[in-house]
């Protein structure tokens, strides 16, 4: 039911961890949907310097999450934030219908991450005033 | 793809004994007769059907050998014995109990029956899955037609107290419905001594080839057809039999009957080596249903933290092939609603994993299965934000 790449991420998860002391982290999803992810970034020059995730769901959520960590690291925030929910399906080679919605949350957590690293950021930029 | 094959999922679908095969291909290699017609080919097909009927019958230890019809599966013979009961009987009453963990074909058939003005009364479980059987004497009313309860659930694999429920059921002259699908050639049903008025009866789940089943109906009981044509099995079930299917079917029966105690015993300590073995070397895992109340083949595990379709993804990368009642394996996306009614949690449920095991696993299978799941799950929990801290280490 998944394609080759979607079992290849699943088999050897890329960033997978935690960064303990992230700029950024976003999660999403709840276990009581039998999803759950959090993503955590490091920024450095507007540029996400590294990138790890943790999931809770199924083989599906597991290599979302994945590929979204290759598709963001390196990339500007600005850029980062344009990845869609169908850029990581497209880069899986296409996932199974009935997962379109309810484990695709990946590009979502790494906005969150984001979104969360802008809010601690402006924050920080409000306090040195 | 992985050196070692291990099945384990006979809930889902099971091999077709070979001696079931060789039966069946008498007919399926012969033009195919119709059982009806007046003709010596007609007669003979006839008579084999005859025999197969003969062979159910004896299986479940009915009285007479009429008593049993032939369907097209487990599915049609609890929508005919829930809506043929109900319709016949409305009369009396349009009140049905059953319970909150019956199979989909017996829940749906009553929700359809609600929107016809039927009451449905859906009986609790408890965190074992026995239904409550207080609670059954409480529910039942004069309006009440008909009880349905499962001998055995296959998700679970707890076994129900049958004849606890037949002797509230009958004191109130209510008929009872039990659906022995899951128990099929594996538990010893006996319709006259535990008091069962219709019994479903499953081909498959003996081995015995797909899309056949059987409805037991005890002598007397009203009821009407949900299938109208040409009055083939006494008017209660229309249409051509599927001969091949019901000889596999009465081979099957005939196996069961003579190999079901020895095979019993053989699964009952494989099961209780396996659930062992996939709970003790690790924590937070615990059994879905009762440890000694449950179907010979029935492992059914449940892991924190982790999610149930990961699981069986990693376990078919070994060559292992299982199910859970994750939501993410249903295509309704909600977890399994027999996990839900024994009390789990959403993503108590998620982290199911269901082993059902068959005649050909062996006790090999079964260490090989042991000596991967830690891997398995130490792997995924390592994954999960939800694990706690100090189990990864």
Do not use: W
Not at chain 2, 85 to 111: F, Q, W, Y
Request: aromatic residues 6%; contains cysteine; proline residues 4%.
């Amino acid at each position: 039911m998944y394609s080759d790449k979607v079992m290849e991420h699943f088999r050897n998860p890329r960033n997978m961890g935690e960064i303990l002391d992230a700029d950024g982290v976003g999660t999403v999803g709840n276990p009581v949907c039998g999803d759950l992810m959090t993503m955590y970034i490091k920024v450095k020059d507007n540029n996400i310097a590294d990138i790890k995730f943790k999931t809770f769901g199924c083989g599906a959520a597991i290599a979302t999450s994945s590929i979204t960590t290759e598709l963001a690291k390196g990339k500007t925030l600005k850029e980062a934030m344009k990845i869609a929910r169908k850029d990581v399906a497209d880069a899986l080679e296409g996932l199974p219908p009935v997962k379109m919605h309810c484990s695709n949350l990946a590009a979502d957590a790494l906005h969150a991450a984001i979104e969360d690293y802008y809010k601690k950021h402006k924050a920080e930029k409000e306090m040195k005033k | 793809m992985p050196a070692k094959r291990v099945y384990m999922d006979h809930s889902a679908g099971r091999p077709l004994d070979p001696r079931v095969v060789e039966d069946m291909l008498l007919y399926v290699k012969s033009f195919n007769v119709n059982p009806s017609s007046f003709h010596s080919f007609g007669q003979k097909a006839r008579q084999a059907v005859e025999d197969a009927r003969e062979k159910v019958a004896d299986l479940v230890s009915a009285q007479r050998k009429e008593s049993v019809i032939f369907t097209s599966g487990a599915t049609e013979s609890n929508n005919m014995a829930i809506k043929g009961v109900a319709h016949r009987n409305k009369d009396r009453g349009k009140h049905i109990i059953t319970s909150s963990i019956e199979h989909m074909s017996v829940l749906n058939p009553c929700k359809y029956l609600m929107t016809r003005g039927f009451k449905v009364t859906f009986l609790p479980v408890d965190h074992y899955g026995f239904v409550d059987v207080k609670r059954l004497e409480e529910e039942l009313t004069d309006e009440t037609i008909l009880v349905s309860i499962m001998y055995a659930n296959g998700e679970i694999g707890t076994i129900q107290p049958i004849r606890e429920i037949s002797e509230i059921v009958h004191g109130k002259s209510v008929y009872l419905h039990v659906d022995a699908t899951a128990a099929s050639g594996q538990v010893q049903v006996d319709v006259d001594k535990e008091g069962i008025d219709l019994l479903t009866i499953s081909s498959n789940d003996m081995y015995g080839p797909q899309s056949v089943g059987a409805l037991y109906i005890k002598t007397g009981t009203r009821m009407e057809p949900i299938i109208h044509g040409g009055g083939q099995e006494r008017g209660l079930r229309s249409g051509t039999e599927n001969v091949a299917g019901i000889v596999g079917f009465g081979k099957a029966a005939e196996i069961a009957k003579k190999e079901m105690h020895g095979e019993s015993e053989r699964l009952k300590r494989l099961r209780d080596k396996f659930i062992k073995g996939l709970i003790d070397p690790i924590l937070y895992s615990f059994l879905n249903g009762h440890p000694s109340e449950r179907l010979p083949n029935n492992v059914a595990v449940r892991y924190s933290f982790i999610e149930g379709e990961s699981m069986l993804l990693s376990l078919d990368m070994m060559g292992v092939a299982a199910s859970s009642g994750s939501a993410c394996t249903a295509k309704t996306l909600e977890p399994s609603h027999v996990l839900r009614a024994i009390g789990l949690k959403h993503e108590e449920a998620h982290g199911s994993l269901l082993f059902t095991l068959g005649k050909q696993n062996t006790e090999e299978e079964v260490d090989y299965v042991i000596s991967i799941m830690p891997d398995i799950v130490k792997r995924l929990r390592k994954m999960s934000p939800l694990t706690p801290k100090e189990l990864i280490e």
